[in-house]
Nanobody, 126 residues
Framework: QVQLVESGGGSVQAGGSLRLSCAASGYAHYMGWFRQAPGKEREGVAA????????DYADSVKGRFTVCQANAKNTLYLQMNHLKPEDTAMYYC??????????????????????WGQGTQVTVSS
């Protein structure tokens, strides 16, 4: 069982930045950030393969968001720059143990993850 606790959400104006943190209680092969806006499906934002550091991003956030982990590999970060109103959503951290090695075709799919945090709200105003 891996417990995940997110922090760092908040309200910011368009063009601003936020950094989300996810503290994990145990090891996972891969971890990711997802978001869900009201009335929309949960979507993958960024993912990282924890042993090797490989990363993936949704097209909508490439060049603006960066996922990284602390040296101890028990904290995952999402640095979000140049935020847009369409980035407004509840952001969730997730951890997966279903497969290894890293599979880019599955890394941003919510169904591939075993454990989820409770989420942190990000609101971007225009």
């Amino acid at each position: 069982q891996v417990q995940l606790v997110e922090s760092g959400g908040g309200s910011v104006q368009a063009g601003g930045s936020l950094r989300l943190s996810c503290a994990a209680s145990g090891y996972a092969h891969y971890m990711g950030w997802f978001r869900q806006a009201p009335g929309k499906e949960r979507e993958g934002v960024a993912a990282m393969y924890t042993p090797g550091g490989a990363t993936d991003y949704a097209d909508s956030v490439k060049g603006r968001f960066t996922v990284c982990q602390a040296n101890a590999k028990n904290t995952l970060y999402l640095q979000m720059n140049h935020l847009k109103p369409e980035d407004t959503a509840m952001y969730y951290c997730a951890a997966g143990l279903k497969w290894t090695p890293y599979d880019r075709s599955r890394s941003l799919a919510p169904t591939e993850y075993n454990y989820w945090g409770q989420g942190t709200q990000v609101t971007v105003s225009s």
